[in-house]
């Protein structure tokens, strides 16, 4: 038992007992401090990320994304679905200059675990109706270190071909997530299909851009949304947002 004198002899001599409870509000006092300082420093340094990925990558309005914020959109979708699903190979088709193949490749870098193969023939204007609003960029010579930026290059691989061209080369490539958004025609994004289901793996997911966009762009016909409408999987949702674009997401539950 304690007494008052034996408790002020404590105070006086710095015993352990006095220097651990003032420890341990020092401590506390600094916790209280240090979290609203690193909340607000993670913060800007995710800001700052997202607006390399948003300038340097291309990101545009068709992906939700919100400039003055730098929120990444339909990004953020495919980043937390990667990081939860976990995928080991992932197939990204068209790009105009790498957004959401950067994110795909981010995500699987923060996994530490899987890869991207990325497929754009690299159409610019010269390739009317089939470019898409692509500006040649994948065949330019510094193309294949567009991903070092952010230290992405392990994580992704280019191809400049087209998705018939890359099939009949990597024949035996199955797939977990499978993004589509190159030929937008109905004809394209039908054949585009058409060769990737078969490289889904079951319970995979395929994702499609675009699947509200209507109109032309670069003398070709938007026709995403005709075939998502014919699709007559269950297993699908649609993001019908923006009203220029949209995302939709079917899973592979049946081989």
Request: charged share 20%; proline share 4%; hydrophobic share 40%.
């Given at each position: ?182 030929d937008h025609s109905y004809e394209g994004v039908k054949k585009d299909f058409m060769l990737l289901w078969p490289k889904l793996r079951k319970h995979g997911l395929m994702v499609f ?47």
């Amino acid at each position: 038992m304690h007494t008052k004198k034996g408790l002020l002899q404590q105070r006086k001599t710095g015993d352990k007992p006095v220097w651990k409870t003032v420890s341990h509000k020092i401590k506390t006092v600094c916790i209280f401090i240090s979290w609203p300082l690193l909340i607000t420093l993670h913060s800007i340094l995710t800001a700052l990320l997202n607006g390399i990925l948003i300038k340097r990558y291309s990101g545009d309005e068709g992906q939700n994304i919100k400039h003055p914020s730098m929120f990444l959109g339909f990004g953020s979708l495919h980043y937390s679905l990667i990081r939860n699903i976990k995928p080991k190979h992932i197939l990204c088709i068209g790009s105009r200059k790498g957004f959401v193949p950067s994110i795909l490749a981010l995500a699987c870098q923060h996994n530490n675990f899987g890869h991207v193969d990325f497929v754009d023939p690299g159409y610019d204007i010269r390739n009317k109706g089939k470019n898409w609003s692509g500006v040649g960029f994948w065949k330019k010579p510094l193309a294949k270190y567009h991903f070092q930026t952010i230290h992405l290059q392990q994580w992704i691989s280019l191809y400049v071909m087209t998705t018939e061209e890359f099939i009949l080369s990597h024949q035996k490539g199955i797939y977990e997530y499978i993004y589509i958004d190159g030929d937008h025609s109905y004809e394209g994004v039908k054949k585009d299909f058409m060769l990737l289901w078969p490289k889904l793996r079951k319970h995979g997911l395929m994702v499609f851009h675009d699947v509200v966009a209507k109109g032309t762009l670069d003398n070709g016909k938007f026709g995403v949304k005709k075939f998502w409408k014919e699709l007559k999987i269950k297993e699908k949702i649609i993001f019908p947002f923006p009203k220029t674009s949209g995302l939709g997401i079917i899973q592979k539950i049946y081989l």
